[in-house]
C-alpha cells in the first residue's frame, strides 16, 4: 500500500472535499524549491508551501539551530518562566519591526495571532470601561479560521456555516485603484454608526483574496482616520511579513504604522509553528494593574516553544543576509520582466506584482468560484507539469521561496503560460 493510499484511511486533510479531491501526494523529501513524491517525481514549490518557506526546504542552518536547541532545552511552559531564545527573538524583532511596537505576544500560528489581537482590542476598552465591540475589516479579508479570525475574513464560503455565531464586523470596501474614496468614507460611516474597537487589514495584498494589492497611500489614510477616532489598527502581515513585498514588512512602505502586528508563517522558515502578535507600549499598560481580572487571559501550551525561537533566530539570520536580500530583489526582477511579456496575452485580464509576489488574473466569460472547475483544471495542469500552484478561482499567483533558482522560476513563467492554452 502506497503513503498515499494509507493517508486515505484515517487523515482529513484541510480545505478539502474528499468526495470528489484526487488522494493527497505523499511528498517525502525536500531541497531548496524543490520536493520529491513517493514515486520520485519532482515538483518546484512554487509557493513556498503556503507562503512559509522562504529559505528552501531541509536549509540545514535553521536545521542546526533548531537541533542545538533540541539538545539544550526543548520547551518550558512561558506561564511564569522565560527563556533566552525568547528573549534574543525579542530583542531581534524590536530591531526590524516599526518602533512604535514594544511589547511581544507569543501563539502558535497566524490565526492566534489574529485572535490575540482581536481580543487585545476588545478587552482594551473594557479595561477602560468603555464599551466598544465592533470590529472593522475588509471586503474579501481572510485572517484565518478560529472564530475571532474568521469572523474578521470575508470571504463567504469559509464562514457560511457559521452565521450568527460571530462578535460583530462591519466591512468596507478595499482602496484599490478607483475605489479609494469610498473605502474611506465606508471607514469613517463604519466607526460614526458603531462602537468600533479596531480596524484589521491585510497590507497591501489581500492573499486569499488573489493577490488584490493596493496603494501604500489609502492605508495610511485610512489608519489615519482611525487615529483620528481613537480606533485601534492591527495589521495582519502574517503573509506578507519577511521579505514577501520586498521590504522586510509590508508596513514598512506606509508612513502611518499600526497599533498591533500579527505574524507567522515565514517567521520560522517553514519549520516549527509559531506566532508573535506585537503592540504599542500603551496598549500593554491598560492590562498592567494591580487588579488580577485586567490581565490578558489568553495561553497556548506551546507559547514561546524555545525550538520554535530558535528556528525564528535563525530564520531572521538567513533573511537579513545580503545574499536573501538580492534574491528577493532577483525575483522581483523577474517577475516584472514576465508581467511585462504576459500582460497583453488575450487571455490575460490583469497582472500585478509586489516583491516576490506576482499574480494574474485570466479573462473568462462567467464568475469563477473560489475551488470551481477552472481552478482544479489549472491546479492539475500545473501538477502533471511538476510545478505546485494553487490558484484562487480565475487568478494564478506565484510567490516562490527566496531561494528558486532562476532556472527554475523560468520554468514556472512556460507553465503558466502554457496552462493560459487550456483555459
Not at 536549509?59 to 534574543?88: C, M, R, S, W
Not at 528556528?311 to 532577483?330: G, V
Not at 485570466?362 to 470551481?372: H, L, N
Request: glycine content about 6%; some cysteine; overall charge negative.
Amino acid at each position: 500500500m502506497t503513503l498515499s493510499e494509507k493517508d486515505q484511511i484515517h487523515i482529513w486533510h484541510p480545505y478539502t472535499q474528499h468526495k470528489t479531491s484526487k488522494p493527497s501526494i505523499a511528498i517525502v523529501r525536500g531541497e531548496g524549491a524543490l520536493l520529491w513524491d513517493e514515486n520520485n517525481t519532482e515538483y518546484i514549490d512554487a509557493i513556498a508551501s503556503w507562503w512559509v518557506n522562504p529559505y528552501g526546504h531541509s536549509n540545514q542552518f535553521i536545521a542546526d539551530a533548531i537541533y542545538k536547541q533540541l539538545t539544550t532545552l526543548e520547551h518550558v511552559l512561558f506561564g511564569g518562566f522565560t527563556h533566552e531564545p525568547a528573549i534574543l527573538l525579542a530583542e531581534k524583532l524590536m530591531e526590524i519591526l516599526p518602533k512604535n511596537q514594544q511589547k511581544l505576544f507569543f501563539s502558535d500560528n497566524g490565526s492566534t495571532a489574529v485572535e490575540v489581537a482581536i481580543k487585545v482590542a476588545l478587552q482594551y476598552f473594557f479595561n477602560k470601561g468603555e464599551k466598544k465591540t465592533t470590529i472593522i475589516a475588509f471586503e474579501n479579508a481572510f485572517h484565518g479560521d478560529t472564530f475571532g479570525a474568521m469572523a474578521a475574513s470575508g470571504i463567504s464560503f469559509f464562514t457560511e456555516a457559521f452565521q450568527g455565531m460571530f462578535i460583530d464586523v462591519v466591512r468596507i470596501p478595499v482602496p484599490t485603484k478607483g475605489q479609494e474614496q469610498e473605502s474611506f468614507d465606508a471607514l469613517r460611516n463604519s466607526i460614526k454608526n458603531n462602537n468600533c474597537a479596531a480596524f484589521i487589514f491585510e497590507p497591501l495584498v489581500q492573499g486569499a483574496a488573489g493577490m488584490v494589492m493596493f496603494a501604500p497611500d489609502s492605508l495610511d489614510k485610512l489608519i489615519q482616520i482611525c487615529q483620528e477616532n481613537k480606533v485601534f489598527t492591527i495589521a495582519d502581515e502574517v503573509m506578507t511579513g519577511f521579505g514577501k513585498t520586498g521590504k522586510t514588512f509590508a508596513c514598512d512602505y506606509l508612513i502611518e504604522k499600526p497599533d498591533m502586528m500579527c505574524l507567522s508563517k515565514a517567521l520560522t522558515g517553514g519549520t516549527i509553528p509559531m506566532a508573535i502578535t506585537t503592540f504599542k507600549q500603551d496598549i500593554f499598560e491598560a492590562f498592567y494593574n494591580e487588579d488580577t481580572n485586567k490581565a490578558l487571559f489568553h495561553g497556548h501550551t506551546f507559547t514561546a516553544n524555545p525550538t520554535g525561537c530558535a528556528a525564528a533566530l535563525a530564520s531572521l539570520s538567513l533573511l537579513q543576509t545580503q545574499e536573501m536580500q538580492d534574491n528577493i530583489a532577483r525575483i522581483n526582477k523577474s517577475h516584472l520582466a514576465f508581467q511585462n511579456h504576459i500582460e497583453s496575452h488575450p487571455k490575460v485580464a490583469t497582472t500585478r506584482v509586489l516583491g516576490v509576489i506576482f499574480a494574474l488574473k485570466i479573462q473568462t466569460e462567467s464568475t469563477e468560484s473560489y475551488y470551481g472547475s477552472l481552478r482544479n483544471k489549472l491546479y492539475n495542469f500545473f501538477i502533471e507539469n511538476g510545478i505546485i500552484l494553487r490558484p484562487v478561482g480565475n487568478i494564478i499567483y506565484i510567490l516562490p521561496p527566496y531561494i528558486i533558482t532562476d532556472k527554475q522560476l523560468q520554468k514556472v513563467y512556460e507553465v503558466v503560460e502554457k496552462a493560459l492554452e487550456i483555459v
